[in-house]
């Protein structure tokens, strides 16, 4: 049976950092998708990266400058490094996991995990 568990949120300030974590168990390869997303109050869930089987990260150009990315396939976990966090930063973050690895749209997912919290204070 596969889970996914985020963990690694919390309260910051604003110019903070924080590092989230995501353990994908139950997966006997490394062929499957992993992402990160994001939903505050009120406002749709918003995709933050893809992770792919092979290394590959795909992510929207507004998050590069404070959010980065990795993966490492032996436990594998996905991270989310964020810094210079802003009020507008706060929300759910969710991690999630399916597919094979290759092809990886946003309707692959299908394992979702609780979420951690992230709340950034001016």
């Known amino acids: 049976q596969v889970t996914v568990e985020e963990s690694g949120g919390g309260s910051v300030q604003t110019g903070g950092s924080l590092k989230l974590s995501c353990l994908a168990s139950g997966f006997t390869s490394k062929y499957y998708c992993m992402g990160w997303f994001r939903q505050a109050p009120g406002q749709q869930r918003e995709w933050i990266a893809t992770?792919?089987?092979?290394?590959?990260?795909n992510h929207p150009y507004r998050f590069q400058d404070r959010f980065t990315v990795s993966r490492d396939y032996t436990k594998h976990t996905l991270y989310l490094e964020m810094s210079n966090l802003r009020p507008g930063d706060t929300a759910m973050y969710y991690c999630?996991?399916?597919?094979?690895?290759?092809?990886?749209?946003?309707?692959?997912?299908?394992?979702w995990g609780q979420g951690t919290q992230v709340t950034v204070s001016s």
């Open positions: 999630a996991a399916g597919g094979d690895g290759a092809v990886c749209p946003a309707t692959v997912f299908d394992k």
């Open positions: 992770s792919y089987h092979d290394g590959n990260i």
